[in-house]
């Protein structure tokens, strides 16, 4: 993130303001705090690189916590995951990398302070009594009968509580707030709960387990936070984390709120990403489809793409949807870039040179970043009698604006030759299984000696020189720019896009690609951008396609 992004955003003047006013002593620590009971996503990764963007540019320290309260759904291969994906963003905790259950004997003892204070109770009704008691938005909630417990007795349940003799859900720890607050979360919010499970960090050791309105906020003051930044659905909660930090009296962050990224034709929430996991309506957490950081990455994505995509959508004050043509214009701009670009024939249609000479082969160099003035690399491609070129570039009759292969018609094989077309020639079902040319030997490089202007220029492959490989051609998850918009009792399963990926095998490129490794981006041209995939190998080579060649922001743009 530039310093002009982060400082021109809200957070930033509040952040201005506290080193002007020496709030934090002049120190910015942020973090990402990511619960491990799922993979990341594009809307995490902005928030990790909002959060180490201000870091960076305040000279100030990212931590990196797991916010690891809920034993239940959390899982060491859900932290392994997040870790290796928030370096793979290339943000940066150094040696600050924390966990929430680094942090339960201080929590434990800080619920102990608040009790002797008078400021927390055991409670014996049911989670189903305690949600009858806390009210509505707009009645009040009613006093628990255990709400009076002395502290001493208070003491000696809580004590008990943690030694695990009483079964989950029998008891809680509340805060003793105020039943009648206007805000519910001020109404005897539970700080811990009884849970005999297996914590993937801290085993049997505890059988009680902070909430996470209880833990978060302290860990934050535990690490030195200065600005606790999250997403605006805890807004309503900042008033409590500050009561708990206040009554106990330890060093308070300042949290700021901003608001959530959403992107049409994207489902962001985590149990509807699982769903579509579990339910194999993709290939897994890595799926080129998923907008998790690593479906991404295998889609083609790059670190300095999402990147310049968070900085390009900056952080608002409330909700709203990002055009995911705007992603996916951030995405081919970059790729325009820096991809190399290859000839690949996709769908293959044979075509034979009648007079070019049998065992003849040329080599043709060709610019492998013809967008970049400044870039002279070449690459070689070699040129025989039999090609391929794409189905959909040869029409048995066509119209006057088809500038490709007709009968009788002449066009550039790009950087090769001018070839027109004599006969196609059909297997018995009538399908075109072999076209027949003739070359133009004086057209060398694609240009005639004559200066005959020649329009269409299409790309090609030599047969005996072709390596085959598998494209896996990807489109939009869904159909439905709101995909979570369903009528009642509709799912949003509903709008998934039958045709997301289609399989092509047999596709035919240039040899160069042949040395192509995992992750290496390239353009194929008049195709699209294509990434070898982490499962591709030298003998079954297979590209992702990233995204296609047209550009449809500026026209949504438009139109909005
Ligand atoms: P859930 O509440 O279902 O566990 P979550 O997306 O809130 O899902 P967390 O692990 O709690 O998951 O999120 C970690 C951090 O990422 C939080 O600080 C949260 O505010 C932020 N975050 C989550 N989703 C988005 C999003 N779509 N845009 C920006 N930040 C997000
Ligand atoms: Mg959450």
């Given at each position: 993130?530039?310093e ?12 201005d ?10 120190r ?6 990511p ?79 608040l ?23 707009t009645?009040?909630g ?16 809580f ?60 860990s ?5 936070i ?24 330890i ?43 690593r ?28 055009e ?122 694609g ?30 998850l ?83």
């Amino acid at each position: 993130m530039t310093e002009e992004t982060t400082s021109s955003n809200f957070i930033s003047n509040i952040i201005d303001e506290h080193m002007r006013n020496g709030r934090f002593h002049g120190r910015v620590q942020t973090r990402f705090p990511p619960e491990p009971n799922g993979y990341l996503h594009i809307g995490h990764a902005k928030s990790i690189l909002l959060n180490y963007g201000i870091a960076r540019s305040y000279n100030g320290k990212f931590n990196l916590r797991f916010d690891d309260t809920n034993p239940l759904k959390e899982e060491q291969e859900f932290i392994d995951a997040i870790t290796e994906d928030v370096r793979w963003l290339g943000a940066d905790w150094e040696d600050r990398l924390f966990y929430a259950s680094d942090y339960f004997e201080q929590l434990y003892q800080w619920a102990i302070q608040l009790i002797k204070d008078g400021k927390a109770y055991v409670d014996d009704l049911t989670a189903e009594e305690i949600r009858q008691y806390r009210g509505t938005l707009t009645e009040p909630g009613k006093n628990s009968p255990y709400r009076d417990r002395s502290v001493d007795e208070n003491l000696d349940l809580f004590e008990r509580m943690k030694k695990g003799e009483f079964p989950d859900g029998s008891r809680v720890l509340r805060a003793k707030v105020d039943m009648a607050s206007p805000n519910i979360n001020f109404r005897d919010p539970v700080m811990y709960r009884i849970l005999h499970a297996e914590h993937p960090r801290t085993g049997s050791e505890w059988c009680i387990y902070p909430m996470y309105d209880w833990a978060h906020g302290q860990s934050d003051s535990i690490e030195g936070i200065t600005h606790s930044i999250c997403t605006l659905e805890f807004e309503d909660h900042r008033p409590l984390y500050d009561w708990f930090i206040e009554n106990l009296g330890i060093h308070a962050p300042q949290q700021i709120e901003f608001a959530r990224l959403n992107l049409t034709y994207t489902v962001m929430s985590k149990r509807k990403l699982r769903r579509l996991v579990e339910e194999k309506f993709v290939d897994g957490w890595d799926d080129p489809r998923m907008p998790t950081i690593r479906g991404m990455r295998r889609r083609g994505y790059t670190p300095e793409t999402m990147q310049k995509f968070a900085e390009l959508i900056g952080v608002a004050k409330s909700n709203s949807t990002v055009e995911i043509e705007m992603l996916e214009h951030v995405l081919r701009d970059d790729l325009n870039q820096f991809a190399p670009r290859a000839m690949a024939v996709i769908r293959p249609l044979k075509l034979v040179i009648t007079n070019y000479p049998e065992n003849m082969v040329e080599e043709f160099e060709v610019p492998t970043h013809p967008q970049d003035k400044e870039n002279s690399e070449t690459r070689v491609v070699p040129f025989s009698r039999e090609i391929y070129i794409e189905q959909e570039d040869f029409l048995e009759n066509p119209p006057k604006n088809f500038f490709r292969l007709g009968p009788g018609r002449e066009v550039r094989l790009l950087g090769a030759y001018l070839i027109t077309c004599d006969a196609a020639e059909k297997d018995a079902d009538g399908n075109i299984t072999t076209l027949h040319c003739t070359y133009d030997p004086e057209s060398r490089g694609g240009n005639p000696s004559d200066g005959r202007k020649v329009k269409g220029t299409i790309h090609w492959v030599s047969a005996q020189h072709a390596v085959s490989a598998e494209l896996r051609l990807y489109d939009r998850l869904f159909t439905d720019a709101f995909p979570e918009n369903t009528a009642d009792g509709v799912d949003f399963t509903a709008n998934l896009n039958p045709d997301s990926l289609e399989v092509l095998t047999g596709c035919q490129l240039e040899p160069n690609l042949a040395e192509a490794q995992v992750g290496d981006r390239f353009q194929f041209m008049r195709q699209g951008y294509f990434v070898v995939d982490s499962d591709s190998t030298p003998d079954n080579l297979i590209f992702n396609r990233t995204v296609g060649l047209r550009d449809t922001w500026a026209k949504v743009q438009q139109n909005s």
